[in-house]
């Protein structure tokens, strides 16, 4: 061998000892001697040798117990025990291995076989040494990847008070994924996603679909413009058959709305926390990377929502839980635990509790991943602020720019992430990025749907006219045949700061706008009243031109306190 072994005789039959030392010294390896059981142990314990040759049958400690106990203080450690004992009986035998020993022989030695088998068990336990060290570099590989993995996967806003989420991967990777993240106009979107696999290979396409969906929904894309997004992404890049089943929710605080997409996971709950009635949200869709770009369509459902009232998200590792017996924890027993429960803020850790105790002492074969949001007031968890560094100082100061959508546009396309994405590259403007995007978006709706599409916002008044209104506006965009809205923005620096300029302009008829204004604090509660308070509230200057189809708007920076 290359290099001299350790190897420790125990046995209490000095002759035997001697004969051994003799034959191993022979091969060139140092031997440490033991006269019983308990002095094995010790030796083991202070001399760490490679391979222990046991005689069964000692005083003090046989050595079957110095056995078990070399083993269990050994560890992950390789550390063959071949024993050495007169027995011949099977019984005998068969205990000496389940003992924790590796092979045996029966006295008179055989010199050969001895040294062939002292040969063998270091070949064994290089061959060991050599899969721990790959094991050991492929754990340190993955950690160094699970921390960029985490890094582009982050938690985005799943710290917040109304959000509670849990999960519970097989491995170091999950296939299930948790993502949240605000928008610039206050609102939020959720997603779950569940990978086919466990472990790194389904954990690989998280990664893309974080990236994009942190980065579409912080520059203020639809949840529809994201969906199609991850699911072009996934569909180009992951290979046949694995896909991500997903259920995405976007949650508006100040209209008190939540639009629900599911392709794939269990049916979304929806609990009403006044009255405890349960909605379900069942799968429409088929999961995110299965259909090409064209064939996928991304529709959502729309629901209102109160004060207090929660969304449940769950994989469906938590329905397909199994007992000890084989039986699966189900549908049904979940929509028990919401039907029984008093308190909905204990629902979240009534579900875990009672999937673990269904579990019990049985295996594991799937990640568990449960997610809840609340809705709550826009007071209660603040505007979002985002991180819009972009590397630069001071970026453009003095310029204009001009953009006209016209009916196929107005259509398909929403213009306001590509401005927004503009306006960030002047560095005074990054840190009112949410304000900025809700100014636009008040603006440029108004303009769609009320100068462009005529319709009345006062339908949006209950929770019937609310869908009617969106079932309106999508018949009218989809008729739409003539209309554009032009977009005129400058910035100029003034002072220490600038001033940004917004004129919006839509080929409507207009309206009064005169009566609107001077009602503003009348109709305050109104869906549009809310609506032009806020625009006021956002602006250092505001007002209508024309027929009431042209708006300008003016935003000062820095802000003064």
């Known amino acids: 061998m290359a290099e ?107 010199r050969v076989i001895l040294k062939a088998k002292i040969k063998a068990f270091s070949r064994m336990r290089l061959m060991h040494a050599q899969l721990q060290e790959h094991n050991r570099q492929m754990l340190l590989e993955q950690q160094v990847a699970k921390t960029v993995f985490d890094n582009v996967a982050h938690s985005g806003c799943l710290n917040l008070d109304n959000i509670r989420h849990s999960l519970s991967p097989l491995a170091v990777f999950n296939g299930d994924t948790v993502l949240a993240e605000r928008k610039p106009d206050g609102g939020m979107l959720l997603f779950l996603g569940d990978f086919t696999g466990h472990g790194l290979p389904a954990a690989i396409g ?106 449940f998200l769950w994989s469906d590792g938590i329905i397909e839980s199994h007992n000890p017996m084989g039986e699966m924890f189900g549908e049904a027993r979940l929509e028990q635990l919401f039907e029984e429960t008093d308190n909905p803020d204990d629902l979240f850790d009534d579900i875990l509790s009672a999937v673990d105790a269904f579990i019990g002492k049985g295996n594991r074969d799937d990640d568990i991943t449960l997610c809840t949001a609340k809705m709550v007031h826009i007071d209660d968890i603040g505007m979002p602020t985002f991180d819009t560094s972009k590397g630069t100082v001071g970026g453009p100061m003095d310029w204009e720019m001009s953009l006209e959508l016209r009916d196929q ?97 839509d080929s409507g008829p207009g309206f009064d706008h005169q009566r609107m204004v001077s009602g503003i604090d009348e109709n305050g509660e109104s869906y549009s009243g809310r609506g032009i308070t806020l625009v006021h509230q956002l602006c250092d200057r505001f007002e209508y031109r024309d027929r009431g189809n042209t708006v300008e708007a003016t935003v000062c920076w820095p802000k003064q306190n």
């Open 4 to 110: 001299p072994l350790k190897i420790l005789v125990a046995d209490d039959n000095e002759t035997d000892r001697m004969i051994l030392r003799a034959i191993v010294q022979q091969e060139g390896h140092r031997v440490i001697e033991a006269a019983n059981g308990r002095e094995a142990v010790e030796r083991f314990l202070a001399d760490s040798p490679d391979i222990i040759l046991m005689d069964a049958l000692m005083p003090v400690m046989d050595g079957l117990q110095a056995s078990r106990e070399i083993k269990e203080r050994a560890g992950g450690d390789l550390v063959p025990i071949i024993f050495l004992t007169s027995l011949q009986d099977a019984q005998s035998l068969a205990e000496c291995l389940d003992s924790g020993g590796d092979d045996f022989m029966s006295k008179p030695y055989n």
């Open 206 to 311: 998280a990664m893309p679909l974080a990236e994009i969906f942190y980065g579409m929904t912080s520059k203020g894309f639809s949840m529809e413009e994201v969906l199609r997004e991850i699911n072009s992404r996934l569909r180009k890049i992951l290979p046949v058959g694995v896909f991500c089943c997903g259920a995405m929710v976007e949650l508006n605080f100040y209209d008190k709305t939540a639009r629900i997409w599911v392709g794939g996971v269990p049916d979304v709950y929806l609990v009403r926390h006044r009255t405890g009635d349960l909605v379900k949200i069942p799968s429409t869709s088929l999961p995110l990377g299965v259909l090409d770009p064209h064939e996928f369509d991304p529709t959502a459902s729309d629901h209102n929502m109160d004060v207090g009232d929660r969304v």
């Open 409 to 505: 546009s107005l259509k398909a396309f929403n213009p306001l992430p590509l401005v927004l994405n503009i306006l960030m590259e002047v560095e005074g403007l990054r840190g009112l990025s949410g304000q900025l995007y809700t100014l636009l978006a008040e603006l440029f709706n108004n303009a769609l749907d009320h100068g462009i599409l005529r319709l009345d916002s006062q339908l949006k008044t209950n929770a019937q006219g609310f869908a009617a209104y969106y079932l309106e506006r999508e018949r009218r965009l989809n008729d739409l045949d003539d209309g554009r809205i032009s977009l005129h923005i400058r910035h100029r620096p003034v002072g220490k700061g600038g001033e940004l300029s917004l004129r919006i302009s």
